[in-house]
């Protein structure tokens, strides 16, 4: 039965509900003249340019998505991709450049980035590309997915092939 006397009041703190859907974002080496691209959405921004104070950063803010211009680091890419990730290993990053050749779009993926945009039409896909992103997705074509794979196979064959050798191997002994 319902008793008033028994039951407490719940008081919900709708601020920190509003934040808890926000989505934290990281942009380094991107400028800020794309701010308005974000107004009006539930986004948390924040714009870095200098990659020592943008991994500080990462690692107190642990933002969702971070957006890494390849520029800052060009064929050091992979190796502070690898470093974002080790100061916040939730993170997701996308890689956003001018024109990068298959190898080191694939380069970057195969080291921790979830997608690569380029930079001509980045204004253009940049909300729906991180609400992807966020949602655990990747961001990448059809070809790239079809080069990760080759990629993929090529690692996984050998493995295979020697295990089966091996098993046959010790069959006859």
């Known amino acids: 039965m319902y008793d008033p006397k028994r039951l407490k009041p719940i008081y919900i703190n709708l601020l920190s509900l509003a934040n808890a859907s926000m989505i934290k974002v990281q942009l380094i080496g991107i400028t800020e ?101 966020d949602a655990g997705e990747a961001w990448v074509s059809r070809r790239m997915v079809a080069k990760l794979l080759d990629e993929w196979g090529r690692k996984i064959r050998p493995i295979s092939f020697n295990r089966r050798l091996s098993l046959i191997d010790s069959q006859k002994l």
Do not use: W
């Open 33 to 133: 003249q794309l701010k308005q691209t974000f107004d009006g959405q539930d986004m948390q921004i924040s714009f870095l340019d200098d990659e020592v104070h943008a991994l500080n950063a990462v690692e107190q803010i642990q933002p969702a998505v971070i957006l890494l211009n390849y520029q800052l680091q060009e064929s050091e890419t992979r190796s502070y991709i690898k470093a974002l990730l080790k100061m916040s290993s939730n993170s997701k990053i996308v890689v956003i450049a001018k024109g990068l050749t298959d190898n080191e779009i694939l380069a970057c993926l195969v080291a921790g980035a979830k997608g690569y945009q380029d930079m001509k039409s980045l204004d253009q896909y940049m909300i729906k590309m991180i609400k992807v992103i």
